[in-house]
């Protein structure tokens, strides 16, 4: 859970921003340029059609945005770890399918599958090493949590933890600046709609990153 409450509300805006953009996509399915700057700048992107693996994608990171924004609030602590972990896991194998066989999704670039994948084993290690409430701790937070129930202080991580979530903070932070440079480069170049669609879900997906990454920051 993400302590400061200002964060926590950022986040909130970030991670539905995203995923209602990723809804969109996954109802609508339309076809949608390379997300590439380079490709948009050269005038050589050719559009990628809706289809299958279109609409798993945005549903996976549909799922990926309602736990990000599940992990942010008191209320993200009621739902199982197991649960998420294994469908969790099922989206990192997934992306990583994908960075292997780039063929079934030529849009993307390698390294831009293999973000969402090491994204989504994140936050099950995530899920893994962040320390549980302390019991009977005399630290509790004003925040309901089901039917007047209050959520104790959760524990500082340990010492290894707390350095793997400020590096993975801080690498996730670096990661969105080639996604916001490729919303950029596409929007300025962007004539169609299918181009416009690619610089949105470049924006979203470098939204996501800075989610993510201030996520692990706060927790380090």
């Not at 859970?1 to 609508?28: K, N, Q």
């Not at 992306?95 to 994948?117: E, K, N, S, V």
């Not at 302390?134 to 007047?148: E, L, N, Q």
């Not at 929007?187 to 989610?211: D, K, N």
């Amino acid at each position: 859970m993400v302590e400061p409450l200002l964060l926590r509300w950022v986040l909130t805006v970030l991670f539905t921003a995203a995923g209602s953009w990723a809804l969109h996509r996954l109802v609508r399915a339309e076809p949608i340029a390379p997300l590439s700057g380079r490709a948009a700048a050269a005038g050589t992107d050719r559009v990628t059609p809706g289809g299958p693996v279109v609409r798993i994608n945005a549903a996976w990171h549909v799922v990926m945005c309602a736990a990000m924004l599940a992990m942010c609030w008191p209320w993200g602590t009621a739902v199982p770890v197991g649960p998420q972990l294994v469908v969790l896991g099922a989206m990192a194998a997934w992306f990583l399918l994908l960075t292997a066989i780039t063929r079934w999704c030529p849009g993307h670039r390698r390294w831009q599958q293999a973000h969402h994948a090491v994204m989504a084993a994140a936050m099950c290690w995530m899920l893994v090493a962040m320390p549980a409430p302390a019991p009977g701790s005399g630290h509790v937070h004003h925040h309901a949590v089901g039917a007047g129930t209050l959520a104790a202080a959760p524990v500082a991580p340990a010492g290894t933890e707390a350095a793997g979530f400020l590096a993975l903070g801080v690498g996730f932070v670096l990661t969105a600046l080639p996604w916001l440079s490729a919303a950029v480069d596409i929007g300025r170049f962007a004539r169609t709609r299918p181009q416009r669609a690619a610089a949105y879900e470049a924006a979203c997906h470098a939204a996501t990153a800075v989610g993510m990454g201030a996520m692990f920051l706060a927790a380090a």
